[in-house]
């Protein structure tokens, strides 16, 4: 529950829409009431030498499976798991997150089953988290099996959003071709692998560690999945109308073609997630789609996959928004990375992290410093030319996470 009583923060520098401003913000009841307000016998909090900006939204972030297996093949208490997450996004800033819950064939950590239990506990945990968890429903359009957890999920109390995955194309993608070149996944000439090679059986070894499985069951298992081919299409029509229906947001995820993104655009998700190549961003932004982009990609100076460059998509403005992907500290770290590197303002940044990914999710309610929205904020110490660290997150008012460096 929020907590009742107010609470001032002053003395920060603020993020504001247009401007970074000298300026106190009054919390009451979970909303923003005030700023530059009366203090009115509130608690005071003294953010001097401080700057205070909306908390995070991370609409795409799948750190949290190394909770889940922290080694290949070992799999830890779920609840356990999902506290320590918890946790991990509240010191990190993030206040509304979307795990990206792999539903795929594959056994183990990204079976329906795990992703079953994830879900249940997360609706289970939900008053002892400290902040708003939900799902990306990261559905691997092979997995005919995930349609009713999918189902399921839509009509729970925090509404998920749902990613079009296809890595079972990307897995059998003949490898003369590159993976940010390859046809449209729907392409009847789609262009295959020898799957009796050494190399597709070594392709298949670390999928097979994260399973539990030998790498040759892993090899019949690709090719058994395969063999479903000629159903996929009718099942992403099946989740794409279940999403619709309930409106929640839809993703899809690696586009190398404009076909794709048009594809998956017709089926009503308009958020185009790691474009693989600029000529679909480019067709996403003539579009009026959400481009998301990851957090590391921005930190690192760019892609662990020789992909795009983050800082090269904002600089284009080919860039909406940036997820922390695999690693929660980067949607903090990728702002100082891009703002020191000179790629923009950090008024002109802070949305990419806050309120585009709220807008692209639909929850109009939080991203921004304004009276009467939700009160997500995070409060960090930035000096200047130094690496920023957060030292207080507040989450629909209420305060989630408290550090005071060593020196306080």
Not at 109 to 131: D, F, H, K, Q, Y
Not at 254 to 273: H, L, N, P, V, W
Request: glycine residues 8%; negative net charge; proline residues 6%.
């Amino acid at each position: 529950m929020p907590e009742k009583s107010a609470v001032i923060i002053e003395g920060a520098t603020v993020v504001l829409g247009d401007r970074l401003e000298a300026a106190s913000v009054r919390l009451e009841d979970g909303q923003i009431t005030a700023i530059d307000g009366p203090r009115d016998g509130a608690t005071l909090v003294d953010g001097r030498g401080h700057l205070l900006g909306p908390a995070f939204v991370d609409v795409h972030g799948d750190a949290f499976e190394r909770q889940l297996m922290p080694r290949p093949g070992t799999m830890l208490p779920v609840e356990a798991a999902l506290f320590e997450t918890d946790r991990q996004l509240a010191s990190n800033g993030i206040a509304t997150a979307f795990h990206a819950l792999t539903l795929s064939w594959e056994p183990g950590l990204r079976s329906v089953e795990n992703g079953r239990s994830v879900v249940s506990a997360l609706e289970a945990l939900a008053p002892r988290l400290t902040v708003d968890n939900r799902v990306q429903l990261r559905w691997e359009t092979f997995c005919f099996e995930a349609i009713g957890l999918i189902r399921e999920s839509l009509s729970g109390p925090r509404r998920p959003s749902i990613a079009f995955n296809d890595h079972t194309s990307m897995l059998m993608l003949d490898p003369s071709v590159p993976l940010q070149e390859r046809p449209f996944d729907l392409d009847p000439d789609f262009p295959v692998v020898d799957t009796s090679t050494a190399a597709f059986a070594d392709k298949m070894g670390e999928r097979a560690k994260r399973a539990k499985i030998s790498a040759t069951d892993m090899v019949s298992l690709a090719k058994s999945m395969w063999e479903r081919r000629p159903q996929v299409l009718a099942a992403i029509e099946e989740v794409a109308a279940l999403g619709r229906t309930a409106g929640a947001p839809m993703l899809s995820h690696d586009d190398s073609q404009i076909k794709t993104r048009d594809f998956y655009r017709e089926c009503g998700a308009r958020i185009c997630e790691f474009p693989m190549n600029r000529r679909v961003a480019r067709a996403a932004r003539e579009a009026g789609d959400y481009i998301v982009f990851g957090a590391p990609n921005a930190t690192r100076g760019g892609s662990h996959l020789a992909s795009i460059a983050a800082a090269d998509m904002i600089r284009e403005g080919l860039c909406d928004i940036l997820a922390s992907d695999y690693y929660y500290p980067a949607m903090l770290l990728g702002l100082a990375r891009l703002k020191a590197d000179g790629v923009a303002q950090l008024h002109e940044l802070w949305p990419l992290v806050a309120g585009n990914p709220a807008r692209a999710s639909g929850l109009l309610d939080r991203g921004t410093i304004e009276v009467g929205k939700q009160a997500d904020l995070i409060l960090v110490d930035w000096p200047d030319g130094a690496t920023p660290a957060v030292r207080r997150t507040w989450v629909a008012g209420r305060e989630a996470y408290r550090a005071l460096a060593a020196t306080h």
